[in-house]
């Protein structure tokens, strides 16, 4: 009885650190258990986890022509990131991922000056993301410190609701070659300066991985 008790008083002072104050208990527990969740990624690489616009293929429709709505509701045109790089990620707060808005503020730090990162907040894998726009942003600011732009919350796979942005993003027949859909919440595109797509980054890829690096800088 009194080993169950030790056991018991230390799971409970186990919860009791890794709960945070501003997260639930599964928050709390899918961003102490991400490091677990990425191992498991790089023991059982997925073969198109990583895809690249080798041909350098333009769009048949261009990318600038696309406008989006922030998460403040301001209307976004895309066109004025001519000339930098952007990474637009679809992502969710309650994700065994979550914690990759943490990789990506840092990845925004470190190269604000060449890449905008586009958090799209969305609700279409297992309803991980129920929270409203203004819930989802005081989230990712408090616990993540997030300050690159976040999106209004909307569909990201494939259907009539998708989002303009990720049907361009995932028909080939606008970006010229991509028909990946978003595998899950924090896949990853990269856009170049000239407004081609040039990568597709499964969630699994961390985005301050070597491959995604090496993609920001060339």
């Known amino acids: 009885m009194k080993k169950l008790l030790l056991i018991l008083a230390v799971i409970l002072i186990a919860l009791f650190l890794i709960k945070r104050k501003n997260m639930t208990w599964r928050q709390s527990f899918l961003k102490v258990t991400y490091p677990l969740v990425m191992l498991k990624a790089k023991l059982f690489p997925h073969e198109k986890a990583i895809q690249v616009n080798e041909q350098h293929i333009k769009p048949v429709s261009s990318f600038y022509e696309l406008k989006t709505t922030a998460n403040n509701g301001t ?36 190269y604000k000056d060449k890449l905008v990162i586009l958090g799209f907040p969305a609700n279409d894998f297992k309803q991980q993301e129920k929270a409203d726009d203004g ?10 410190g997030v300050s690159f732009q976040l999106m209004h919350k909307s569909q990201v796979i494939k259907g009539p609701e998708q989002n303009m942005v990720f049907d361009w993003l995932s028909h080939k027949e606008k970006n010229g070659w991509c028909d990946q859909q978003p595998v899950w919440n924090f896949s990853k595109y990269l856009v170049n300066e000239e407004g081609i797509l040039t990568h597709f980054f499964a969630t699994t890829i961390s985005p301050l991985s070597e491959d995604v690096q090496k993609a920001i800088k060339n």
């Open 135 to 144: 819930s989802i942003a005081e989230f990712c600011k408090i616990n993540f």
């Open 75 to 110: 209307i976004i045109d895309l066109a004025q990131f001519k000339g930098k790089k952007i990474l637009l990620v679809n992502t969710a707060s309650d994700c065994g991922f979550t914690a990759q808005y943490n990789e990506l503020e840092k990845l925004h730090q470190q």
